[in-house]
């Protein structure tokens, strides 16, 4: 059983950066692809950025596109969410998800493509 830790939530002021840390622990770590889910009062989870844990290729949200940065430290077991230029519609419950059933019909965009869940951080951009 692999356990996910997300780290490095806070309150930051509009125009701030954080970054997101998520560590696996458990066992042997092979997943397939990991990735960031975000969830605000009211909303539904949705989807922020994800990698291929082998050769590192990453997808984003739109709406996260070229201020958030996601990448892995193979030797570590920790994927990281650089969030820059934040704005306070960023504020959220920011999780991290592993991939290792390869779940191949769902898109990597959909939580359901996920099988391993962190507990969460909260961040929130004061405006």
């Known amino acids: 059983q692999v356990q996910l830790v997300e780290s490095g939530g806070g309150l930051v002021q509009t125009g701030g950066s954080l970054r997101l840390s998520c560590a696996a622990s458990?066992?042997?770590?092979?997943?397939?692809?990991m990735g960031w889910f975000r969830q605000a009062p009211g909303k539904e989870r949705e989807f922020v950025a994800t990698i291929r844990w082998t050769h590192g290729s990453t997808y984003y949200a739109d709406s996260v596109k070229g201020r958030f940065t996601i990448s892995r430290d193979n030797a570590k077991n920790t994927v990281y969410l650089q969030m820059n230029s934040l704005k306070p519609e960023d504020t959220a419950v920011y999780f991290c998800a592993a991939d290792f059933a390869g779940r191949t019909d769902w898109s990597y965009a959909s939580a359901r493509r996920y099988d391993t869940w962190g507990q969460g951080t909260q961040v929130t951009v004061s405006s």
């Open positions: 458990g066992r042997t770590f092979n997943s397939i692809r």
